[in-house]
């Protein structure tokens, strides 16, 4: 038999790599997937018994996604040996900002932007003249 694994036992290590999978949704929108780890999103996490507790926050106080970042978080912390139940706490009062992401995150979205940027020089040659151009 082997021996039972206590939530306990738990490392940030291993909350950090499930909760890899869980990406902001605004980031898979944009075409440049960063996890809420990678973001800094989570503000706090305990573990007692079988359950474990998580705090995340969102990155404006407009984000209509955190509840949906919440059940996609509790759905891979449920995967963890020894995590019989998740308890998520949605930090309102944490004001996250730029500087909480990891630098490779940072400098993935940067290297997005400069992509973006390029792409709509080359669309607007593309959609032809302005007004302005075409009423002259």
Same mark, same amino acid.
């Given at each position: 038999?082997? !021996?039972? %694994?206590?939530?306990?036992d738990? =490392?940030? =290590?291993?909350? +950090?790599?499930?909760?890899?999978r869980?990406?902001? $949704?605004?980031s898979?929108?944009?075409?440049? /997937?960063?996890?809420? %780890?990678?973001?800094?999103?989570? =503000?706090?996490?305990?573990?007692?018994?079988?359950?474990?507790?998580?705090?995340?926050a969102?990155?404006g $106080?407009?984000?209509?996604?955190?509840?949906?970042?919440a059940?996609?978080?509790?759905? +891979?912390?449920?995967?963890? $040996?020894?995590?019989?139940e998740?308890?998520?706490d949605l930090?309102?009062e944490?004001?996250?900002? $730029?500087?909480?992401?990891? !630098?490779?995150?940072?400098?993935?979205?940067?290297?997005?932007?400069?992509?973006l940027?390029? +792409?709509?020089i /080359?669309?607007a040659?593309?959609?032809? /003249?302005?007004?302005? +151009?075409?009423?002259?």
């Amino acid at each position: 038999q082997s !021996p039972v %694994t206590l939530v306990a036992d738990l =490392t940030w =290590t291993d909350v +950090e790599r499930v909760l890899g999978r869980v990406h902001d $949704p605004c980031s898979l929108a944009a075409g440049s /997937p960063v996890s809420i %780890t990678d973001l800094g999103l989570v =503000t706090g996490w305990s573990a007692d018994g079988g359950t474990l507790r998580l705090s995340i926050a969102a990155t404006g $106080p407009g984000c209509t996604f955190l509840g949906k970042i919440a059940d996609a978080a509790r759905a +891979e912390l449920l995967t963890l $040996p020894g995590v019989r139940e998740v308890q998520i706490d949605l930090d309102t009062e944490f004001v996250w900002d $730029p500087g909480r992401m990891n !630098p490779a995150a940072r400098a993935a979205l940067a290297r997005r932007r400069i992509v973006l940027a390029g +792409e709509t020089i /080359p669309y607007a040659r593309r959609t032809g /003249p302005t007004v302005s +151009e075409s009423s002259s």
